[in-house]
């Protein structure tokens, strides 16, 4: 399989299906704008948040080379099986105890009013199913990469994104703020509906339980330390979510509209490039073809850093505008457009080594560096904790964007450091030229100040700029690919 041709097919698929799923913040933000509704709605997602980072990249990395493993359909689905279970009831109880102390901690965390406190409480309990759903999802998702369905998951988004703001948008005048938890978890619902239907069509057939088979026991040593390091490295939303809410009315929403736009590109990655090199990687790796899969990992960090670098200059030299077609409009006015786009601009520091961290993670996992990834999601919440400490002092809202991206940067360098050396950075050639060349632009058009309106002619000539640097690195980069598996 030609792990870059699969992803580039994918990437027009997922602009449009990500798309559709940024319109739903996008909605939220022109129905309630950056105010008390809408801070105490993503202070009460902040667990749900949690939730599907921590699933998404600890429970289904560590489940798709061992579901690799598997001899049978049969065999894959008893595991599939004993993962539901055992995941729905855990995040169960993790969402009954975080609505239970929501009072407690927003009370002793956050500036709101108690009108403010109450509605994010509701909302609280109102989350419970969905911090269920995303975990489960985050186990059928899996096992739909694993067995090649890239297409379909590409396309989900679409549907779920269409039911959030059409259920949302059909109850929000009879239920108003309360509409919103009720989109969500309907379309998060249809989702895991239309992921679990995609499996049975294709053999595998899980009936959760709570029996454990040889390899979840193999699953759940490595899941452990997985988990541990990743719930560290989720709870950084938490953390920052909680700064926030003791600045100023508006700042949660804002830092949330941010975080969405910072991770435009994360997402494509993820949706792509990620998903698909990751389950190759480990059907080479459990096949013993570690030598292809050396060389494939190689490729694939070269090839995120040549494309990724005038991707991201890109979105810094556009911020505001980007930040104005994406939000402004509705309730969300210029000033809150021009507030999110300074915080995105300090998100958008760290994008490139997050990008290449998502890859170096995985990296690590197929060779079972769990205390790695444990010692390193530590680091990350103490380290990203006091800077968030310093530097919301000096820069208010920004600082807590910054700390992200210096956090990310050290993080990723400590991955980098224990890269086998198969994997040699030093020969990235067409990465680090693509990333020189972008990063001179991003700084001659930013000293003259970031342009501001659309049709603005500086604007249009550095998206040209980066543009040809994207061309040239996509004709030069190494395209990672591999012998079919």
Not at 116 to 145: D, G, H, I, N, R
Not at 173 to 202: C, D, H, N, T, Y
Not at 276 to 283: D, H, L, Q, R, T
Request: aromatic content about 10%; glycine content about 6%.
């Amino acid at each position: 399989m030609n792990i870059g041709r699969t992803s580039l097919r994918l990437v027009p698929i997922v602009l449009l299906s990500r798309g559709a799923a940024f319109a739903v913040p996008i909605a939220i933000a022109m129905w309630f704008g950056a105010d008390s509704v809408s801070d105490a709605w993503y202070w009460a997602l902040s667990l749900p948040t949690f939730s599907l980072i921590l699933a998404g990249s600890a429970l289904g990395t560590a489940a798709v080379p061992i579901m690799a493993e598997a001899k049978s359909d049969g065999a894959m689905a008893q595991l599939l099986s004993t993962v539901l279970g055992w995941v729905g009831l855990l995040s169960l109880g993790l969402g009954i105890l975080f609505a239970s102390s929501a009072p407690v901690l927003l009370r002793l965390t956050s500036q709101f009013d108690s009108e403010t406190q109450q509605l994010a409480s509701t909302y609280c309990w109102l989350l419970v199913p969905f911090v269920c759903l995303t975990t489960l999802s985050a186990a059928l998702k899996a096992a739909c990469e694993l067995k090649q369905i890239f297409m379909a998951l590409t396309w989900t988004p679409v549907l779920r994104a269409t039911a959030v703001i059409g259920i949302t948008w059909i109850t929000l005048k009879p239920l108003g703020a309360m509409a919103l938890p009720i989109g969500l978890v309907s379309g998060e619902s249809i989702q895991f509906a239309f992921w679990f239907l995609l499996l049975w069509r294709k053999g595998i057939q899980p009936v959760p339980n709570l029996k454990l088979p040889p390899q979840m026991l193999k699953l759940s040593q490595h899941v452990i330390w997985l988990l541990g390091g990743e719930a560290l490295v989720a709870f950084n939303i938490v953390v920052d979510k909680i700064f926030a809410s003791r600045l100023d009315e508006g700042a949660v929403s804002i830092l949330e509209y941010a975080d969405r736009a910072r991770v435009i590109p994360q997402t494509l990655l993820h949706a792509s490039l990620a998903m698909v090199a990751f389950a190759v990687w480990s059907k080479l790796w459990a096949t013993e073809l570690k030598s292809q899969a050396y060389s494939s990992m190689n490729r694939a960090l070269h090839w995120v850093l040549a494309l990724a670098s005038p991707v991201i200059a890109g979105m810094w030299i556009g911020r505001f505008v980007l930040c104005a077609l994406l939000f402004e409009r509705g309730a969300f006015g210029p000033s809150e457009s021009s507030s999110t786009a300074v915080v995105l601009g300090g998100y958008l520091l760290g994008v490139i080594p997050n990008l290449l961290a998502i890859l170096l993670v995985r990296i690590h996992v197929l060779q079972r560096h769990f205390t790695l990834i444990f010692g390193l999601g530590i680091a990350s919440m103490m380290l990203n904790a006091v800077l968030n400490w310093f530097f919301i002092h000096s820069y208010g809202l920004l600082g807590i964007s910054l700390s992200t991206s210096v956090m990310v940067c050290i993080i990723t360098l400590c991955y980098g450091i224990k890269l086998p050396k198969a994997i040699r950075p030093r020969r990235w050639y067409v990465g680090w030229t693509a990333f020189g060349l972008s990063l001179l632009t991003a700084i001659a058009f930013e000293y003259n100040g970031a342009p501001k309106q659309l049709w603005d002619k500086q604007l249009w000539v550095a998206a040209l700029s980066c543009i040809l640097i994207l061309i040239w690195a996509l004709r030069k980069a190494p395209t990672p690919k591999t012998e079919a598996v």
